[in-house]
Every structure is written in C-alpha cells, then in structure tokens.
T-cell receptor, first 113, second 111 residues
Framework: DAEITQSPRHKITETGRQVTLACHQTWNHNNMFWYRQDLGHGLRLIHYSYGVQDTNKGEVSDGYSVSRSNTEDLPLTLESAASSQTSVYFC????????????FGQGTRLTVV | RKEVEQDPGPFNVPEGATVAFNCTYSNSASQSFFWYRQDCRKEPKLLMSVYSSGNEDGRFTAQLNRASQYISLLIRDSKLSDSATYLCVVSASGGSYIPTFGRGTSLIVHP
C-alpha cells in the first residue's frame, strides 16, 4: 500500500544546530507540504512543492528550507534551530486537483533545547 | 483574520447526542472543502469531503453554503470513539491546491 513516512518520529536538538526532517511518500503525488502544529495555532504551512525542483514558501517559512530532487522526498531543514521551532511537524502529499485528499505522515516531534 | 475559522470548543456531550460544528472561510475563490479528524498526538485523517449539495456518510452530515462561506458538520448518535479534534479544511483557490486548516474543534463524548 502507498504511504507517507516521516523520520525521525522524535528528535531533541540544541539551539543553533542544523536539523533535517525526512518525508518520503510512495503515492507518486506531485504536491507535498510541510506544516507545523502548535497549541492555539493549528496547522500552519511552512513550505510546499508542486513537483521536482519546485519549492515555495508558506505562512511560516523563516528559518526553514526544503528541496525537491525527486517525486518521493521533501526534506525539511532547520538551518539554525531555535527554541521557537519546538513543535510537531507534519508532512503531507496530495495528487492536486479538486476534492483530492491530502495524506499525512505520522509527524515528527521536535524539541529544541 | 485567519483564513479558516472554527470554534475551538471543547464540545462536551453525552453518548447518543447530536452535535454540530461550524466553520467559516474568507477566500470566496475556494473550491474544495473537507473535514478531517485528528486524534491526540496523531496525524490528521480525512473524515469526509464537503460538496455543494451536502453529503452524508453514516452518522456524519456535511453542508456547504457558498453564499455565506460557511461549512458545517453534524454528528448524530455520538459515540465515545468520536472524541477527537475536527479540522475544517479549504483548498483549491485560483489553481492553488494548498490545504488550509482551521484550528480545529475539540469534541469530548462522555458516557
């Protein structure tokens, strides 16, 4: 069965470190998204991609970057981790088009100390 | 103003009750509408899409009012297992298929 997986599931890192969160999907979806979820804010879009070599900034992109070198993967990099980036991160993918469902990974819980 | 607004709740109801959630969206160009369910510390999962004519899936009924930019979800005969956060999602405006989420409405069903 097709799926979308994130790794690691949990990570603790120190302020100032570079951190990369992995996202891999086997749906062959063109669209991929990264969100962060915090209490009181819901899911907020960080970056998204409509296909290979395409990346775009979302609502809360400062301090984050992504790259899309193939269809399956959209890694999220925190260039210099800050305590404000402690959050739960969700990756999602969709086929695009009207009424198409977005499928989510299990999430990565990141703590920056 | 947030693009998708929901009452955060929590809604605390007894088993068997009927409960309704509402959601408003600000982008009149939006074309796709969904309700997702999120259990504690888990990923969101699609509950149902919302169509202009309204649609029903078992105990769940979703309605869309484009004129008022309003979406609703009705849950009949609530079960303990319905306890979760319900997320209103809007997408597909101007060729952009980015799902935009409301903050979610928390439902607690008690015995």
């Amino acid at each position: 069965d097709a799926e979308i997986t994130q790794s690691p599931r949990h990570k603790i890192t120190e302020t100032g470190r570079q951190v990369t969160l992995a996202c891999h999907q086997t749906w062959n979806h063109n669209n991929m998204f990264w969100y962060r979820q915090d209490l009181g804010h819901g899911l907020r879009l960080i970056h998204y991609s409509y296909g290979v070599q395409d990346t775009n900034k979302g609502e809360v992109s400062d301090g984050y970057s992504v790259s899309r070198s193939n269809t399956e993967d959209l890694p999220l990099t925190l260039e210099s981790a800050a305590s404000s980036q402690t959050s739960v991160y969700f990756c999602a993918s969709s086929a695009g088009g009207l009424n198409t469902e977005a499928f989510f990974g299990q999430g990565t819980r990141l703590t920056v100390v | 103003r947030k693009e998708v607004e929901q009452d955060p709740g929590p809604f605390n109801v007894p088993e068997g009750a009927t409960v309704a959630f509402n959601c408003t969206y600000s982008n009149s160009a939006s074309q796709s509408f969904f309700w997702y369910r999120q259990d504690c510390r888990k990923e969101p999962k699609l509950l149902m899409s919302v169509y202009s004519s309204g649609n029903e899936d078992g105990r769940f009924t979703a309605q869309l009012n484009r004129a008022s930019q309003y979406i609703s979800l009705l849950i009949r005969d609530s079960k303990l297992s319905d306890s979760a956060t319900y997320l209103c999602v809007v997408s597909a405006s101007g060729g952009s298929y980015i799902p935009t989420f409301g903050r979610g409405t928390s439902l607690i069903v008690h015995p």
